[in-house]
């Protein structure tokens, strides 16, 4: 799936930040990102330990990655 890719490079970078930094960044503009579609792929960090990278596919309609899990999901 052509968002999963996208993501996967989204995912590469937090995770080369927390181990250049000890840390999640706090938000994306501190990446090196500069891919913007609108749908995303947009990042919440959950807490010091977890994060999401996630795509709004539509009204109430997200295709989701759990850094907990490590696995892709639609939601609803």
Do not use: H
Request: charged share 25%; with cysteine; proline share 4%.
């Amino acid at each position: 799936m052509q968002f999963q890719n996208t993501g996967e490079k989204l995912i590469n970078e937090i995770e080369c930040y927390q181990q250049a930094y000890g840390v999640l960044p706090e938000e994306m503009q501190v990446l090196e990102w500069g891919y913007d579609s609108g749908v995303g792929p947009f990042y919440e960090k959950k807490n010091d330990s977890t994060y999401t990278v996630y795509f709004c596919l539509g009204f109430d309609e997200y295709y989701i990655y759990d850094s907990e899990q490590k696995e892709w999901y639609d939601f609803p």
